[in-house]
């Protein structure tokens, strides 16, 4: 399904029908966003587009897609006789990410914050609302930013070397839109309400240094105890169950 014409209350009706348990929240005006507990996210924009998108990991993410397709066509399997729990309790904190080409690495990190019971906004996984790239990064982190924390994924995408040091000194970089976006959440957030994490060794910028860096080498949950350190000091309420599980 790549959009849905209906009410929202209707798609409250259709996700009910594949009995998939979760919870309803509104992360901005025009989005409306159900979080599968499996970890399967979908996101609804009740604009003229009508877009609607999934994300999450695997199998969950394409088990729900296929799950509401299978709704919407009337061939829904029999639910179980327990009623579906459908929660619409305060809507979790909204997290900006920003990531490279690293699939994998940003889908581990998309996880984690799942389960610590935050939602992650990573901006590849929407339409956008019809906005640019730009008007989409200032909406979310500009002068009144809709995130109220933001993650950068640095992970060794590129390679480069200053002109003047030659080819010799090549080394590992970040994406240059990470950089960007770096720079854009640290100006609107401060450097209390952003983590940096690094993947293996990748090549800092030159300016940034004196910004405290969690890195790790293969697998995001290396530093989950060190990133719910971070989150409690920009005044989130992190449960400890939470950050056990998202640490194994």
Same mark, same amino acid.
């Given at each position: 399904?790549?959009?849905?014409?209906?009410?929202?209350?209707?798609?409250?009706?259709?996700?009910?029908?594949?009995?998939?348990?979760?919870?309803?929240? $509104?992360?901005?005006?025009?989005?409306? $966003?159900?979080?599968?507990?499996?970890?399967?996210?979908?996101?609804?924009?009740?604009?003229?587009?009508?877009?609607?998108?999934?994300?999450?990991?695997?199998?969950?993410?394409?088990?729900?897609?296929?799950?509401?397709?299978?709704?919407?066509?009337?061939?829904?399997?029999?639910?179980?006789?327990?009623?579906?729990?459908?929660?619409?309790?305060? $809507?979790?904190?909204?997290?900006?990410?920003?990531?490279?080409?690293?699939?994998?690495?940003?889908?581990?990190?998309?996880?984690?914050?799942?389960?610590?019971?935050?939602?992650?906004?990573?901006? @590849?996984?929407?339409?956008?609302?019809?906005?640019?790239?730009?008007?989409?990064?200032?909406?979310?982190?500009?002068?009144?930013?809709?995130?109220?924390?933001?993650?950068?994924?640095?992970?060794?995408?590129?390679?480069?070397?200053?002109?003047?040091?030659?080819?010799?000194?090549?080394?590992?970089?970040?994406?240059?839109?990470?950089?960007?976006?770096?720079?854009?959440?640290?100006?609107?957030?401060?450097?209390?309400?952003?983590?940096?994490?690094?993947?293996?060794?990748?090549? @800092?910028?030159?300016?940034?240094?004196?910004?405290?860096?969690?890195?790790?080498?293969?697998?995001?949950?290396?530093?989950?105890?060190?990133?719910?350190?971070?989150?409690?000091?920009?005044?989130?309420?992190?449960?400890?169950?939470?950050?056990?599980?998202?640490?194994?």
């Amino acid at each position: 399904m790549k959009r849905f014409d209906g009410t929202l209350e209707e798609l409250h009706a259709l996700v009910k029908e594949t009995g998939q348990e979760g919870q309803w929240s $509104q992360p901005s005006a025009n989005q409306h $966003q159900f979080r599968s507990n499996s970890g399967a996210v979908l996101n609804w924009w009740n604009t003229a587009k009508k877009t609607v998108t999934f994300q999450g990991p695997e199998p969950a993410k394409s088990a729900f897609e296929a799950a509401i397709d299978a709704a919407a066509s009337g061939d829904a399997p029999e639910k179980a006789t327990a009623p579906v729990a459908i929660a619409t309790s305060a $809507q979790p904190a909204h997290i900006f990410v920003v990531h490279g080409h690293d699939d994998t690495t940003r889908e581990q990190l998309e996880r984690i914050l799942l389960i610590l019971g935050l939602e992650p906004f990573v901006l @590849q996984n929407t339409s956008g609302g019809g906005m640019t790239i730009i008007e989409a990064l200032e909406r979310q982190i500009g002068r009144t930013p809709e995130a109220e924390f933001g993650i950068i994924l640095m992970t060794p995408d590129d390679m480069g070397y200053a002109k003047r040091d030659g080819e010799a000194a090549i080394k590992p970089r970040p994406r240059q839109n990470v950089v960007m976006e770096m720079g854009m959440l640290l100006s609107s957030l401060t450097r209390e309400r952003v983590a940096i994490l690094v993947k293996g060794f990748v090549e @800092q910028p030159s300016d940034a240094h004196g910004i405290i860096y969690l890195h790790f080498n293969d697998h995001v949950k290396e530093v989950v105890p060190r990133l719910a350190d971070r989150l409690r000091s920009a005044g989130f309420n992190i449960d400890p169950g939470r950050i056990t599980r998202a640490a194994t």
